[in-house]
């Protein structure tokens, strides 16, 4: 079984509702994304794919879903005053977690085509959530 890795970087704001601690507060975070892709065979290249494959896949998502963006809960009830004023947002049915986003750009790749094997957000140098399927 072969693997590789591409890590791409993106930043966001959000605030976890319902949080006990800081994370309830608005705030942002500069991350780093590792997406794994796994095949048992190489192809006629020797590779399991291009790694430019893998950021050209994730990066048009990114940015129109998630860089520079403010990912909030859909009952935040910051929204209404974020729509008065025109500001950006991505409302989710989720909570805007490293492992839910993590989850958001595995789904992204599978439906894409990729045989991705996990994909790992880290959301701060010492702290990353990771989401697979198997
Ligand atoms: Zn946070």
């Known amino acids: 079984m072969f693997t590789i890795t591409k890590e791409v970087?993106?930043?966001?704001?959000?605030?976890?509702?319902n949080h006990a601690?800081?994370?309830?507060?608005?705030?942002?975070?500069?991350?780093?994304?590792?997406?794994?892709?796994?095949?048992e065979q190489l192809n006629e290249q020797g590779m399991v794919c291009d790694f430019?494959?893998?950021?050209?896949?994730?990066?048009?998502?990114?940015?129109?879903?998630?860089d520079h963006n403010f990912l909030l809960h859909k009952d935040d009830p910051i929204i209404p005053?974020?729509?008065?004023?025109?500001?950006?947002?991505?409302?989710?049915d989720e909570h805007p977690t490293a492992e839910v986003l993590s989850k958001m750009l595995y789904q992204h790749l599978k439906k894409s085509g990729f045989n991705v094997a996990q994909v790992t957000l880290w959301e701060t140098a010492s702290a990353y959530a990771s989401y697979s399927e198997n």
């Open 81 to 92: 005053m974020l729509i008065e004023n025109k500001e950006r947002f991505l409302a989710l």
């Open 52 to 66: 430019a494959d893998i950021r050209d896949c994730v990066e048009g998502y990114i940015d129109q879903h998630l």
């Open 9 to 17: 970087y993106f930043c966001y704001g959000h605030r976890l509702m």
């Open 21 to 39: 601690g800081k994370c309830r507060n608005l705030h942002g975070h500069s991350v780093k994304a590792s997406i794994a892709i796994r095949h």
